[in-house]
Antibody, heavy 117, light 110 residues
């Protein structure tokens, strides 16, 4: 049974940094690309970043490029989202997700990040 | 601005059939990439109702079905029930963005 569990959310001030973590289990962690998706209050779902299975390749949404960094440590089945220069508009529930071709997409339950002064 | 287009709302009487369209481009839906459909209630995480265009997870009623044609996909709900009221999102992968793309969500009202 696949599980993805996020942690690290909280309340921070604008301009601050925060690191989210997502621990995966129930699948061969190092084989899969992994994603971060966010949802601002009352808004739709927005893809944030993706990292390849070996951690060598990453892509970002334009809204976070240059401020967020995705990384992974396959030795402990964990991947991360390092967020810096946080803005009020980054306030959202952040989900980690795994989706492969023709397979059921797995999501975590989400962690809330609130950016407020 | 979402990459995929969905109607903001659809409604139907109990027992009726409704469909939600999801329109993309050749770099996502039309490129042969999977389409997933999620149902979301306020304050909860999205839940998969259809994955890989047509597959239904265990526990999801067979009243839910999915299809794809060209650069569009659709979610159909037949025998509409009050419990089907929720927001529904479509999702695919985009080869130009190298990431996931979503529709803006459709509110289903019974």
């Amino acid at each position: 049974q696949v599980q993805l569990v996020e942690s690290g959310g909280g309340v921070v001030q604008p301009g601050s940094s925060l690191r989210l973590s997502c621990v995966g289990s129930g699948f061969t962690f190092k084989k899969d690309a992994l994603y971060w998706v966010r949802q601002a209050p009352g808004k739709g779902l927005e893809w944030v970043a993706v990292i390849s299975g070996d951690g060598r390749t990453a892509y970002y949404a334009d809204s976070v490029k240059g401020r967020f960094t995705i990384a992974r440590d396959n030795s402990i089945n964990t991947f991360y989202l390092e967020m810096s220069g946080l803005r009020v508009e980054d306030t959202a529930v952040f989900y980690c997700a795994r989706t492969n071709y023709a397979a059921y997409p797995d999501w975590g339950q989400g962690t809330l990040v609130t950016v407020s002064s | 601005q979402s990459v995929l287009a969905q109607p903001p709302s659809v409604s139907g009487a109990p027992g009726q059939r409704v469909t939600i369209s999801c329109t993309g481009t050749t770099s996502n839906i039309g490129g042969g990439y999977d389409v997933h459909w999620y149902r979301q209630l306020p304050g909860t995480a999205p839940k998969v109702v259809i994955y890989a265009i047509t597959k239904r997870p265990s526990g999801v009623p067979d009243r839910f079905s999915g299809s794809r044609s060209g650069t569009s996909a659709s979610l159909a709900i037949t025998g509409l029930q009050a419990e089907d009221e929720a927001d529904y999102y479509c999702q695919s992968y985009d080869s130009s963005l190298h990431g996931l793309v979503f529709g803006p969500g459709t509110k289903v009202t019974v």
